[in-house]
C-alpha cells in the first residue's frame, strides 16, 4: 500500500501544511522526516490558524497517526509547549509517535546556532538560530543526544559530559560565553522523561509494518528542495536532506516502498534567509507579494524575499524528486497584475541556461530571462474545479505544468482548506 512523499520545490514555505491537510483523512500516518522547529506551517481550519513548528500537520487531522521520524531534530521544550498549546484548543494530541533514534536539539545548540551566525557577520547563513545545524553537526560528529538517551540517566550523563567537554571550551574561549554544567543539562532532559516515554517508538518498524498492513503513509518533508544541503544552493540551507530521497533515511522506509512524491510549489517564488535567488524582486512588484501573499515567516516573523516563478527551479525539483503530481499554490496572489512574468531560463554571463548550472558561482551570476504571461482580474477563491478559472488562470496552471514536466494535480486559490481545486486526486 502506498507511501506518498510530500516536498517543498523551492526554498520552503509552499504551502505544504495545506496540501498535508488536503491529504488528511485518506492517509493513516503522516511522517515529519527531516528538519526540526526551523519549519513553520501554517494550517487554517474553519477560520482557526494553527501554527505548526516541529509536529506533524496530521496532528491536526483526527484519526491520523503523527510521527516523528529519526531524520528529525527534536528540541523537547518546544515539543511539549507546542503539545500543550494544541491540547488547551481542544485538538487530541494522544496519538503522536516518535523516533527513539531522533537526536535531539540541546539548549548549547541553540546557543552555537546564534553565535556562530554572528560572528559570521555578512556570510551568515540567516538560520531560523533554532539550533537545528549544530544538532545535526553533532549528529554527523557523533556526539549528538537521542531521544532514547533520555531513558538512560547514567548514559544520557556520559554522553552530555562527553559532549560539553568541547562545547563549554567554545562557548568559553572563542564565543565569551558562560560553561554549562553537566548537571543542569542532564537534569532539564530528565525532566521530560515520564511524559516522553509513552510516545515513544521503533518508528521505521511501525511504518514498515503499516506499510506491510495495508495502510498508507505520508512522508513529509520540512524545508524544501533548494535549502536540502545536498541539492540545495549551498552552504545557504538547512543542515538536512529535504528531498524525496531524505523520506527513506529519515523514516527507515525502503525507497522500493514509495509510490508518489507529490512537490508543492507556490505560483510565484519565496525565499527567507541569505543566498542566491535570481527572480527575486527588489521594486514595488515584490512588495505587492509580500502583501497580498502575507510572505512573513511562521516561525520567525521575518519578512520573505518574493519573486516571479522560476521554471528552471520547477524543473530541477521535479527532477531531483522524482515528482509525480504537483500542488501549486497561492495561485490567488497572483489577481489583478495586467501580466505575469515567468522566468523560462537564465542567463549567466551571456549563455542562456535552461537547467541550473552545475556551480554556485554561476547560479550567483544567474539573470532571469522572462516571459509574460496574461493575467485575469477574477476573484479565484470560489473557483473548485480548472474550468471555473479565467482563461489566464487556466494558461497559467497549464504553462506550469509543462514547464515543471509533472501534471499539476492541485491548485490553491485562497488560505482556507476548501479554497483549492483538484484535478487529480492525490491518494
Ligand atoms: P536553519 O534551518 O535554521 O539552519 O536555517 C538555514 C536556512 O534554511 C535559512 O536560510 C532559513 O531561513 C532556511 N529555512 C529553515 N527552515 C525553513 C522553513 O521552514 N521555510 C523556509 N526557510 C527555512
Ligand atoms: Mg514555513
Redesign the pocket.
Known amino acids: 500500500m502506498p507511501a506518498i512523499v510530500l516536498v517543498?520545490a523551492q526554498?520552503?514555505?509552499e504551502g505544504k501544511g495545506k496540501a498535508t491537510d488536503l491529504l488528511g483523512d485518506r492517509v493513516d500516518f503522516v511522517v515529519k522526516f527531516n528538519?526540526?522547529n526551523?519549519?513553520?506551517h501554517t494550517v487554517v481550519i474553519e477560520g482557526e490558524r494553527y501554527a505548526l513548528h516541529l509536529l506533524p500537520s496530521g496532528i491536526l487531522t483526527p484519526g491520523v497517526v503523527p510521527v516523528i521520524g529519526n531524520g528529525v531534530v527534536v528540541d523537547l521544550e518546544v515539543l511539549f509547549d507546542e503539545l500543550t498549546q494544541l491540547a488547551a484548543r481542544g485538538i487530541d494530541v494522544s496519538r503522536l509517535v516518535v523516533s527513539a533514534n531522533a537526536h535531539l536539539v540541546l539548549s548549547y545548540n541553540r546557543t552555537l546556532?546564534r553565535v556562530a551566525e554572528r560572528f559570521l557577520g555578512s556570510r551568515k547563513?540567516?538560520?531560523?538560530?533554532?539550533g537545528?545545524?549544530p544538532a545535526y553537526a553533532d549528529k554527523m560528529n557523533r556526539v549528538g543526544i537521542r531521544v532514547q538517551d533520555v531513558f538512560d540517566a547514567s548514559i544520557l550523563r556520559q554522553k552530555v559530559e562527553g559532549a560539553l567537554d568541547l562545547k563549554n571550551q567554545l562557548l568559553v574561549k572563542v564565543y565569551n560565553r558562560r560553561a554549562l554544567s553537566v548537571d543542569a543539562v542532564v537534569d532539564e532532559l530528565l525532566a521530560y522523561a515520564d511524559r516522553l516515554r509513552p510516545m515513544v517508538a521503533d518508528t521505521s518498524r511501525l511504518l514498515t509494518d503499516a506499510l506491510d498492513a495495508g495502510r498508507t503513509v505520508l512522508l513529509e518533508g520540512?524545508?524544501?528542495t533548494l535549502?536540502d544541503v545536498d541539492h540545495g544552493t549551498y552552504p545557504?540551507?538547512?543542515?538536512?536532506n529535504a528531498t524525496a530521497g531524505g523520506a527513506c533515511t529519515g523514516a527507515g522506509i525502503p525507497p522500493t516502498r514509495i509510490d508518489r512524491v507529490i512537490a508543492v510549489t507556490k505560483a510565484y517564488t519565496?525565499?527567507?534567509?541569505?543566498?542566491p535567488f535570481p527572480t527575486e524582486l527588489h521594486d514595488a512588484a515584490g512588495q505587492r507579494l509580500r502583501e497580498v501573499g502575507g510572505e512573513f515567516?511562521?516561525?520567525?516573523g521575518?519578512p520573505?524575499r518574493c519573486g516571479w516563478f522560476d521554471a528552471p527551479i520547477a524543473r530541477y525539483a521535479t527532477r531531483v524528486n522524482g515528482v509525480t503530481d504537483i500542488v501549486l499554490t497561492k495561485l490567488d496572489v497572483l489577481t489583478g497584475l495586467e501580466q505575469i512574468p515567468v522566468c523560462v531560463a537564465y542567463d549567466i554571463e551571456g549563455v542562456r541556461h535552461h537547467e541550473l548550472p552545475m556551480t554556485q558561482t554561476e547560479f550567483h551570476h544567474a539573470r532571469p530571462i522572462y516571459e509574460q504571461l496574461p493575467g485575469w482580474t477574477e476573484d479565484l477563491t470560489a473557483a473548485r474545479s480548472l474550468a471555473d478559472l479565467p482563461r489566464a488562470a487556466r494558461d497559467y496552471v497549464a504553462a506550469v505544468e509543462r514547464m515543471s514536466g509533472a501534471r499539476v494535480s492541485a491548485v490553491g486559490v485562497g488560505a482556507g482548506r476548501a479554497e483549492t481545486i483538484v484535478v487529480h486526486d492525490l491518494v
Open positions: 517543498g526554498w520552503g514555505d528538519g526540526g526551523n519549519a513553520g546556532d547563513i540567516g538560520t531560523t538560530g533554532r537545528i545545524g520540512g524545508q524544501a535549502l545557504f540551507v538547512t543542515s538536512s519565496t525565499r527567507v534567509g541569505e543566498g515567516g511562521t516561525t520567525t521575518r520573505r
